[in-house]
């Protein structure tokens, strides 16, 4: 594991001089370059902690490091004999608050959730490396949320089926997935990469994967209860910004790759235009505080921050080694810090621009 140095990732405003060097990663417009960690493996997944003080990052050998808001030095290291035997893909990370008990040693903090290609769902205790339960699903689990009260959890992946679990007895509560009427699609026919619940509707979430549709969902029901077409969701690119009740889908595609929906009518607003200089098929996509979107993909393998008014490009970060599998933001109120998770670096990003 090493730290990059700035000099080392160019910054540079000629962009027709960059397209000719192809020398590497390149920094435009209002994005500035934190740190860059290189980890012992591909990175599959990231997630900041609540309070923005840690960042988890999810390789493909089924480990977990952890990292302090300002250090490049793993803090904690996440594996045992399960994920050491299958060493397969960390496909979702999720921190639990420190103020939800579950009866457990170690309850009160300094948990987190993730779920693995290989099947497993498992809670650690991430300051003693301790896993504190194992769920097997026996399926590739891609896609893990917690609903906003911190009682239940979903997962989904290669089947068509999502799953609701009792967050404290890790009992599975409901299977949800499409009737078997030819009539309606009401659920996923194929993989699912994507859940997120809305925090204004305490029982509602929505989905998304290969089969070109979201997905509404009540967790109390068996079926999905509505629905839009469009999407091809292809990692965890869909986000709900509960203050416009507005979500934000990411597509693996060439065209109309980021789109704008209304949460409520659960149709589209509008199309968000592609960079004219630095097109890319999204992994992932979420929205960046009240005022920008973040999304990352491949082709150009480039990460790309954008105004939510304007739809114009403000920030990019391009020709990285690899497509961007993974990004996330700590949510701060001012100047959110941003990972990008592409091959096995992380960059750790800021918006650049003066409040």
């Known amino acids: 594991m090493s730290m990059l140095s700035l000099d080392q990732i160019s910054q ?3 962009v027709n001089e960059f397209k000719a060097r192809k020398s590497g990663p390149y920094l435009e417009g209002n994005l500035k370059l934190l740190d860059c960690i290189e980890c012992p493996a591909d990175i599959m997944c990231c997630r900041f902690s609540p309070d923005g003080s840690y960042l988890a990052v999810g390789l493909c050998d089924g480990c977990i490091k952890i990292y302090g808001s300002n250090s490049a030095q793993t803090l904690y290291s996440l594996s045992d004999d399960d994920t050491n035997a299958s060493r397969l893909p960390v496909t979702q990370i999720r921190f639990l608050t420190d103020t939800h008990s579950h009866g457990e040693q170690f309850a009160h903090e300094h948990r987190l959730m993730a779920c693995y290609a290989s099947g497993l769902v498992k809670f650690w205790h991430y300051t003693s490396g301790k896993c504190l339960h194992t769920i097997n699903e026996l399926r590739q689990t891609l896609a893990l949320t917690i609903n906003p009260m911190e009682t239940h959890f979903l997962t989904a992946g290669a089947s068509n089926e999502i799953h609701l679990y009792d967050l404290e007895t890790k009992k599975m509560l409901n299977t949800m997935k499409p009737s078997e009427s030819h009539d ?3 659920g996923h026919v194929c993989r699912v990469f994507a859940l997120q619940y809305n925090v204004n509707h305490q029982n509602i979430f929505i989905s998304g ?8 969902w009540d967790d109390r029901e068996k079926h ?6 469009g999407p091809h969701i292809c990692g965890d690119a869909l986000d709900i ?11 693996w595609r060439k065209n109309t790759v980021l789109q704008i929906w209304d949460f409520a009518m659960a149709v589209k607003i509008k199309d968000v235009p592609q960079d004219s200089l630095n097109a890319s098929q999204l992994y ?3 929205w960046l505080g009240k005022d920008s979107i973040m999304c990352g993909g491949n082709d150009l393998n480039m990460a790309r921050m954008i105004d939510r008014g304007t739809l114009n490009t403000t920030g990019t970060l391009v020709d990285l080694p690899q497509g961007v599998y993974c ?9 959110p810090r941003i990972a990008v998770g592409s091959n096995r670096f992380i960059y750790r990003l ?5 409040n």
């Open 224 to 229: 999905s209860i509505k629905k839009f077409h």
């Open 209 to 216: 994967g290969w089969d070109d549709t979201v997905q509404y």
């Open 241 to 251: 910004d509960p203050q416009h009740n507005h979500i934000l889908t990411g597509s």
């Open 12 to 14: 540079r405003s000629d």
């Open 284 to 286: 992932c996509a979420q």
């Open 350 to 354: 800021q918006s650049s621009k003066s």
């Open 327 to 335: 990004i996330d933001n700590d949510h701060s109120p001012h100047q």
């Open 184 to 186: 309606i699609m009401d």
